[in-house]
């Protein structure tokens, strides 16, 4: 099994505007980001610790901020070039956790929000993906609402580990439902009320594909 943690931290002032991008989600608020790109902290965190995963470097390298095309760019467009060198590489996401600190705008609200869209930015179930927000208790520039930072764990997992596990799991879940459904069965089987044995045979399902 091949194994990689990668970390990342972004953080970006803001200035004015009326909403930042976070995660690839749209959120009101009293500022913009001031970046070249989006300024999407959540994305550019994420993007740092898959590099550091993959041994690749840092974002500011693949995309510097003195390239005049990237203006504006949606960090989206950052991000997925590197989920597919990740692919080349042979790895899949195993998990990755998400934790935002400001002191505004408050991002728990959209945490739910934006785990889907990342979940979809990589094809992932969206269990494997987990949002935190805190604050810093009103200290330092954080704390001033100058600005917004965000700090990314990732880990990744051979490809073909990650296929066995989720077979294995599925398993393990059709197993769970079969002897749940065989007890309800024996219990209303002794009432002579129900009878829902051999409706499921955890033999019919092939987990080696
Ligand atoms: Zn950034």
Redesign the pocket.
Known sequence: MKFRIGHGI?V?SFKTGDHVMLGGIKIPHTHGID?H?D???IL?SITDALLGALGMGD?GNWFPDSNPELKDIASKDLIMPIIMSMRVKGFELNNLDVTVVAQAPRVNVYADEIRKNIASIFSANIEVINIKATTTEKMGYLGRKEGIACHTVISLIDAETLKESDAKALKESFEIKDKGISSIANKEDDDHTIDLTGEIDIRDFNFDD
Do not use: C, E, K
Request: glycine share 12%; no cysteine; net charge negative.
């Open positions: 972004d970006h970046a790109s300024g999407d902290v550019h974002l």
